[in-house]
Nanobody
Framework: QLQLAVSGGGLVQSGGSLRLSCVAS????????IGWFREVPGKEREGIAC????????KYGDSVKGRFTISKDNSANTISLQMTSLKPEDTGVYYC???????????????????WGQGTQVTVSS
């Protein structure tokens, strides 16, 4: 059974950078699509970045395009999210996710993903 463990959250000033990592165990991620999602109080879990297993298609949320990069290291069985030029509105709890289907990447919706890591808090101060 696939298990995901997230690390890398914290407090950062506006304009700063942060890298989130998600280590998988139990299953090789090589054939899994991956995603990062953000949750803030009172709102639905938002798709930040989703990527197919091969990386041939990636979808980013409009609010993070050009600032965030999703990646996967198959040898390390790890998913990453590099966040740059952070803004206070990027504050939230971030989750990683994985799923065997690549077709779900085009919509990057939380409800389509099967396996989840625990959340990590990211706080961007102004």
């Amino acid at each position: 059974q696939l298990q995901l463990a997230v690390s890398g959250g914290g407090l950062v000033q506006s304009g700063g950078s942060l890298r989130l990592s998600c280590v998988a165990s139990g299953v090789k991620l090589e054939h899994y699509s991956i995603g990062w999602f953000r949750e803030v109080p009172g709102k639905e879990r938002e798709g930040i970045a989703c990527r197919t297993s091969s990386g041939d298609f990636t979808k980013y949320g409009d609010s993070v395009k050009g600032r965030f990069t999703i990646s996967k290291d198959n040898s390390a069985n790890t998913i990453s999210l590099q966040m740059t030029s952070l803004k206070p509105e990027d504050t939230g709890v971030y989750y990683c996710a994985a799923d065997p289907w690549n077709s779900i990447v085009r919509n990057c919706r939380a409800e389509d993903y099967q396996s989840w890591g625990q959340g990590t808090q990211v706080t961007v101060s102004s």
